[in-house]
């Protein structure tokens, strides 16, 4: 995973964790969801990086790279 894409999953599952405290303040079920949301995706975003990493790791290892 690029150090980019660490950065933009980060500052995503934070955008999210801010709607979600934002909403969870102001009584808005909406804005708190939508936080969630963010970060679930975020977090599935991750997930996939880090199974991509594995498999690279993997192919490496195989092909003597």
């Known amino acids: 995973m690029g150090i980019s894409d660490k ?3 980060k ?3 934070l955008k999210g964790r801010a709607k979600e405290a934002t909403g969870a303040a102001t009584g808005d079920d909406d804005l708190k969801n939508e936080g969630k949301s963010d970060q679930a995706t975020s977090a599935v975003k991750q997930k996939v990086e ?3 990493d594995k498999a690279n ?3 490496g290892k195989v092909t003597g790279d």
């Open 7 to 9: 950065f933009e999953n």
């Open 11 to 13: 500052a995503e599952d």
């Open 50 to 52: 880090d199974v991509k």
């Open 57 to 59: 790791e993997v192919i």
